[in-house]
């Protein structure tokens, strides 16, 4: 998909009850996990050259798959439109071990940009059933993470998509179960969700560690401050990303009147603007910055030109490259060779 410049001067200078300023949420955008797989393509495509095949979009964001698609990136669904021999990527979400055994009988070389939070709980998920626990997986239906990580112990887990749900799942033996999550859910959601699975199960166990990535749960933190202090918020994101579409939720959910999600600020429709003074902003955790910086260039020419950056963590945490890559790499000592890219 070609990317969608923003239109500059597009919007228009509307009066305002008071002055006009965007509260921008910090933390925002890239994770450690997006920057490391993103990274993972690009050097798999200078170091191999290009066609490099990636199964599933690397990350859920359509700026991030075109700029990739641009530099030699093919995107596929499944391993068999691979030609035999070539080089794999498997995305952030995970795949399972059908497709890693998938890949292997096609003799592809394959590196795995799995986010190593994700990993976690795919280990969980296969020590669980090893014990024989019953693992109620909660999380989206069809999402590539969800997917791989039932495809783990397939007999032994059951998907809970709602708080809802949880009151009509079945068990086996419910002094044997235990809980996972998908990494990208609503961390409130996810909680009431728990809390009604405990009221009938009373003996559900809790896995080792929090499953919600750090990213996810800062950056829903971050827009549960900014969001009752402003009229409007925008979401950078794309439609396909859980965790992006969560942060709308959670904006309106925390007082915002009014929360939509944008993949490019070519999207921001004027109404929204109108009698607005104050517009919160953030954006998804695989949105690059330079999207938001688009937006608030447009805000700006809108009148929004105050900024004030709403902070409610710091993150610094990095990812070696993938395993693949570092072996074939080795030698090179740049960050970006055998790691992420340093964050602020």
Same mark, same amino acid.
């Given at each position: ?96 071990? @059908?497709?890693? =055994? ?7 070389? &394959?590196? *795995? !940009?799995?986010?190593?939070? $994700? ?95 750090? @990213?996810?749960? =800062? ?7 900014? &969001?009752? *202090? !402003?009229?409007?918020?925008? $979401? ?107 964050? &602020?």
């Amino acid at each position: 998909m070609p990317r969608v410049p923003g239109a500059r001067g597009r919007l228009k200078n509307t009066p305002a009850p008071q002055p006009k300023k965007v509260l921008l949420a910090a933390p925002r955008g890239y994770c450690a996990g997006v920057d490391r797989a993103v990274i993972a393509v690009e050097k798999a495509l200078e170091h191999y050259g290009a066609p490099v095949y990636v199964r599933k979009q690397i990350v859920h964001n359509v700026h991030v798959v075109s700029e990739l698609e641009s530099k030699g990136a093919i995107f596929v669904d499944e391993v068999d439109e691979v030609p035999e021999g070539a080089h794999i990527v498997f995305s952030a979400h995970g795949v399972s071990p @059908a497709v890693v =055994n998938a890949a292997a009988d096609r003799g592809l070389h &394959a590196i *795995d !940009a799995t986010c190593p939070l $994700v990993t976690k709980v795919h280990r969980e998920a296969v020590r669980f059933a090893r014990d024989d626990f019953e693992i109620l997986l909660i999380g989206h239906e069809g999402h590539e993470e969800v997917e791989g990580t039932a495809g783990e112990a397939p007999d032994h887990v059951t998907l809970v998509t709602s708080p809802d749900e949880a009151d009509r799942i079945e068990v086996q033996n419910p002094d044997k179960v235990v809980w996972l999550s998908q990494t990208t859910l609503s961390v409130d959601e996810t909680m009431e969700t728990v809390r009604r699975l405990r009221e009938r199960f009373p003996n559900l166990q809790n896995p080792p560690s929090d499953d919600i990535c750090y @990213a996810t749960q =800062n950056r829903q933190v971050a827009i549960k401050k900014v &969001a009752g *202090d !402003a009229e409007l918020v925008i $979401v950078v994101g794309s439609a396909n990303s859980s965790n992006s579409v969560r942060l709308v939720e959670v904006a309106l959910e925390y007082g915002a009147r009014a929360a939509y999600r944008v993949d490019y600020a070519s999207e921001v429709q004027q109404h929204w603007l109108d009698g607005v003074s104050t517009v919160g902003v953030t954006s998804g955790a695989s949105v690059p910055e330079e999207l938001v910086t688009e937006l608030l260039q447009d805000l700006a020419d809108a009148g929004f030109g105050a900024v004030e950056e709403v902070k409610t963590a710091e993150e610094d945490l990095m990812f070696s490259l993938p395993k693949e890559l570092r072996t074939d790499l080795q030698g090179k000592t740049d960050a970006r060779a055998l790691g992420g890219r340093q964050r &602020a």
